[in-house]
């Protein structure tokens, strides 16, 4: 099964388009998993084009997708409990925002997004990831998103490009 993560695509404030590099492993991809900061409907609509789209709100989007998406999810695929949360809030670090939104559900994993900053570490047995921004690097080197690939374990990796054409 192939996932492909994304969250702070900020279209089309940051992007007209999806870049080529995603569009080419968003083909042939099972589910799609956006952790926030679509900001328009039409971004969902895109993806969805694509494989089934699974999603939460993030502090920017408009209205529609706030009418969409909750402030989190909790998928269970192939026997693993997957987090997804958008990780804004006031105090604390991102990271520590979504561990804590997800403290009771015992998930073997919490995909996030907000900082834009790319995230693949274990934290008490539980995988976080941060899949970056596919259009939106900020100070970060590169555009990122993720891939997951579940086939015995949780296989998360992501895609680095310089350029968000």
């Known amino acids: 099964m192939k996932i492909i993560i994304l969250s702070?695509?900020?279209m089309p404030k940051k992007a007209k388009k999806l870049p080529n590099v995603l569009c080419t492993e968003l083909d042939g991809s099972d589910l799609i998993i956006h952790a926030g900061d679509w900001q328009?409907?039409?971004?969902?609509?895109?993806?969805?084009?694509y494989a089934p789209v699974e999603g939460v709100?993030?502090?920017?989007?408009?209205?529609?997708?706030?009418?969409?998406?909750?402030?989190?999810?909790?998928?269970?695929?192939k026997g693993y409990k997957i987090g997804v949360?958008?990780?804004?809030?006031?105090?604390?670090?991102t990271e520590k925002r979504?561990?804590?939104a997800f403290e009771q559900e015992e998930p073997d994993a919490i995909i996030f997004g907000h900082s834009h900053i790319?995230?693949?570490?274990?934290?008490?047995?539980?995988?976080?990831f941060n899949p970056g921004s596919p259009t939106d690097k900020r100070r970060q080197p590169e555009y990122s998103f993720g891939i997951l690939n579940i086939k015995e374990k949780l296989d998360f990796r992501h895609i680095f490009y310089n350029s968000k054409e």
Request: include cysteine; hydrophobic fraction near 30%; aromatic fraction near 6%.
């Open 98 to 100: 979504s561990i804590e």
């Open 85 to 93: 949360v958008h990780g804004h809030g006031k105090s604390r670090t």
């Open 8 to 10: 702070d695509t900020h």
């Open 118 to 128: 790319p995230l693949l570490r274990q934290f008490n047995g539980v995988t976080l």
């Open 40 to 49: 328009t409907l039409e971004v969902y609509q895109e993806l969805k084009a």
């Open 57 to 77: 709100r993030g502090n920017t989007d408009s209205d529609e997708i706030c009418d969409l998406f909750g402030d989190k999810l909790l998928l269970e695929i």
